[in-house]
């Protein structure tokens, strides 16, 4: 696939969401590289052309000529095998934005469509692919990441103008729909690809989950996110100016880790969170009832 090549044969865009444990999905698609090669599956995986594609993006959006750093990597792909790509920022930053200024994600429309161009999609041969996750979980995870690494707000000022009601994943699945209606969506949970990784491999070869029991299973379970302790440790450390480095957060995640002796944060009341997982329910069956999404139970 180059910049004046045809589309490969066959493309499965995997846009995330964030949270949605994409990072263990890659190393288990990684660690099942013979498979996507017995069936002619290239993969560009998570991360590996994060800078380029995000670069192409960001051109695309302001009509200027596509990168050369992207057409190189582009051109390593042959355009007669399929192309599974596996990256979450296509959407755009973990963001609420109000219901009024797009919601969830509110530039992934915009975005999902110029990533649709760079890779020179066809609509009857493209799958865009995403995986959702209860609010009363997904938030809080998202803003835990971002805590990690940089100075964030408080939780609740973070959330800004998101409510408890509202159908968040199901507005966002009608905005891309709105913007790319030619192109098929296929949507699972969270929750279902925590108990079950190795089911959704098929995924990437274009097959029913659970249809390969030969797979190769990853050691690493999806990862449970950090501890309140580790969280408190790292706002205590740059509250007197230290500088926190990936490998010192790590440290810190490693003496402090998430489980019965150093619980995870607590956001929302019992209350709060059961009308969060009933809202989220809801979203489901109305997202599962969308022309052109399969929802996959």
């Not at 004046?4 to 660690?31: C, Q």
């Not at 797009?102 to 799958?127: F, I, N």
Request: aromatic share 8%; with cysteine.
């Amino acid at each position: 696939m180059t910049g004046a090549a045809a589309a490969p044969r066959t493309l499965r865009l995997h846009i995330g969401a964030h949270k949605t444990a994409s990072t263990h999905f890659d190393a288990l698609i990684r660690a099942n590289q013979t498979l996507l090669d017995a069936e002619g599956v290239a993969y560009l995986p998570k991360m590996s052309a994060r800078r380029p594609l995000m670069r192409a993006i960001a051109h695309g959006i302001r009509g200027k000529s596509i990168p050369q750093d992207w057409l190189d990597v582009a051109a390593q792909y042959d355009a007669d095998r399929c192309l599974y790509v596996l990256e979450e920022q296509v959407i755009g930053e973990c963001h609420f934005a109000g219901p009024r200024a797009g919601g969830l994600y509110p530039h992934a429309p915009e975005r999902v469509s110029v990533a649709l161009k760079l890779l020179q999609a066809a609509p009857e041969a493209t799958e865009i692919l995403l995986a959702v996750r209860s609010p009363d979980t997904f938030f809080p995870s998202a803003w835990c990441e971002a805590q990690l690494y940089r100075d964030t707000a408080p939780f609740l000022e973070w959330m800004g103008p998101a409510r408890l009601h509202q159908p968040f994943w199901l507005r966002l699945i009608e905005r891309i729909r709105d913007a790319v209606p030619e192109y098929r969506l296929t949507v699972w949970t969270y929750e279902s690809y925590a108990a079950h990784p190795a089911a959704f491999l098929p995924l990437v070869l274009g097959q029913a989950p659970g249809s390969i029991a030969a797979a190769a299973a990853v050691d690493d379970v999806v990862r449970p996110g950090p501890s309140a302790e580790a969280l408190d440790q790292i706002a205590r450390r740059r509250a007197k100016g230290r500088t926190l480095d990936r490998e010192r957060v790590a440290e810190i995640l490693t003496r402090f880790p998430r489980g019965a002796t150093y619980p995870g944060p607590t956001f929302f009341s019992d209350a709060e969170r059961a009308e969060l997982r009933d809202a989220y329910a809801d979203d489901l069956a109305r997202i599962g009832a969308l022309p052109g999404v399969t929802l996959l139970e």
